[in-house]
């Protein structure tokens, strides 16, 4: 599949009038409804919400987990919403890192062998894979842990693994359900910690679903859905993220604090 030149301020996310709806039944539910997005190259985006309003949905559209029922979603000017199953997976091994909230590692594999496997899909040498796998283990701080497996890796740990497999095969664009639900208070800023070194380090752009508003507290730009509708969008001046955003963060914690409070 070729990919057209991209210009660098084209977004690297685009969700084009989408709508989703899945059938129960003789009823049909709309879970997205005209939902239009942009997303900037090397952003830290996050998305929150209620649970049932579409998150995971919105972001399964992105990622190429599935299609929209109406509406485009050009992904790094590729628009994967007319592209065949076929396409689509080959398409997502490529171009799409996802990070999963209960890690999704293969207990009775490796760390090494865990982040290896994207890999093997893909046509490169043993040595080439060797390689990447032992660099981005080296990255996420397990270059000590490889022959583990992860019921013997902490939660953090697996989490760790687990990032190391989504940006194993060097996707322009990671994806995270729920990064650090599964994991205590301090292990969650952690995790946080690390990716957004890697959003810096490695240029990604990452958008991440979150409850978590200490995680929704660090992200540059953090959208708000409700009922399959974005309403809010807030940037965040004082984010850390990619140079191309600004510098090093503190946090708008008061300010989502506040936002909470005043809705609630
Ligand atoms: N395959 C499906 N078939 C029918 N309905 C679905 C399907 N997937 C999701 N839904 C419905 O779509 C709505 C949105 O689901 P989604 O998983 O996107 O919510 P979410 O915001 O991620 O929630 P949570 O925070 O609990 O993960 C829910 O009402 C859900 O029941
Ligand atoms: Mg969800």
């Known amino acids: 599949m070729s990919t057209p030149p991209l210009r660098s301020n084209e977004p690297i996310v685009l969700v084009d009038g989408c709508t989703k709806n899945y ?32 998150k995971t949905t919105l972001l399964n559209l992105i990622a190429g987990l599935d299609q929209p029922t109406t509406g485009r979603v050009v992904i790094n000017g590729v628009e994967i919403s007319s592209l065949t199953e076929a396409q689509l997976a080959l398409w997502r091994t490529n171009a799409i890192g996802f990070v999963f909230q209960f890690f999704n590692l293969i207990p009775v594999l490796t760390a090494f062998e865990n982040v290896e496997l994207p890999l093997l899909l893909l046509n490169m040498s043993r040595r080439r894979r060797r390689e990447q796998v032992l660099n981005i283990l080296e990255l996420v701080g397990l270059g000590h842990r490889l022959t583990h497996r992860p019921g013997q890796l902490s939660g953090g740990e697996q989490q760790r693994v687990g990032i190391a497999r989504a ?10 359900d729920e990064p650090t639900g599964d994991l205590d208070s301090r292990k969650s800023q ?36 409700s009922d399959g509708q974005l309403i809010d969008d807030t940037e965040n001046p004082e984010s850390v993220t990619h140079p191309l955003f600004g510098s090093l963060n503190v946090s ?10 005043a809705r609630s």
């Not at 039944?25 to 049932?52: C, M, N, Q, W, Y």
């Not at 940006?167 to 995270?176: E, I, Q, S």
């Not at 679903?209 to 953090?222: C, E, G, P």
């Open 23 to 54: 059938s129960r039944g003789s009823e049909t539910v709309s879970v997205l409804k005209s939902v239009h997005l942009e997303i900037a190259r090397g952003d830290f985006v996050g998305l929150i919400g209620p649970s049932g309003s579409g």
């Open 167 to 176: 940006l194993v095969t060097d996707p322009a664009l990671v994806v995270a």
């Open 190 to 225: 952690e995790i946080l910690d690390l990716l957004q070194e890697l959003q810096v380090r490695l240029n990604k752009t990452i958008l991440i679903v979150t409850h978590d508003l200490a995680v929704a507290a660090r992200v540059r730009r953090l959208l708000r859905i």
């Open 252 to 261: 708008n914690a008061a300010r989502v604090k506040r936002a909470e409070a």
